[in-house]
């Protein structure tokens, strides 16, 4: 995903320019509140992959499972006209 690894590259070059010995200390606070925005911005990236990963595999069961009842379905009907009393 190419805007999770940006969001990641300005995080790793707002710690460099943090980690610097000659950076001031008005752009040092001024990184420490960008890191802070884009790990807040990171973080919620993350959450939103992962629940679109989750729904997705959900909603696959789910197909599966309304397949195997439209498979019963047919068969209880299947049974009911070869033997309308077996099967009430």
């Given at each position: ?6 969001l990641w590259?300005a995080?790793?070059a ?5 980690l610097d010995?000659?950076?001031?200390n008005d ?18 990236l993350l959450?939103?992959?992962?629940l679109?990963?989750?729904?997705s ?5 789910l197909?599966?499972k309304?397949e195997k009842?439209?498979i019963?379905s047919h068969r209880?009907e299947?049974?009911?006209t070869?033997?309308p009393n077996?099967?009430?």
């Amino acid at each position: 995903m190419a805007v999770r690894r940006k969001l990641w590259q300005a995080i790793t070059a707002a710690e460099d320019i943090l980690l610097d010995e000659e950076t001031s200390n008005d752009v040092i606070l001024r990184s420490v509140h960008a890191i802070g925005q884009a790990v807040a911005s990171y973080v919620k990236l993350l959450d939103s992959t992962e629940l679109e990963s989750r729904l997705s595999e959900l909603e696959e069961k789910l197909k599966e499972k309304e397949e195997k009842i439209e498979i019963q379905s047919h068969r209880i009907e299947q049974l009911r006209t070869y033997s309308p009393n077996a099967v009430n």
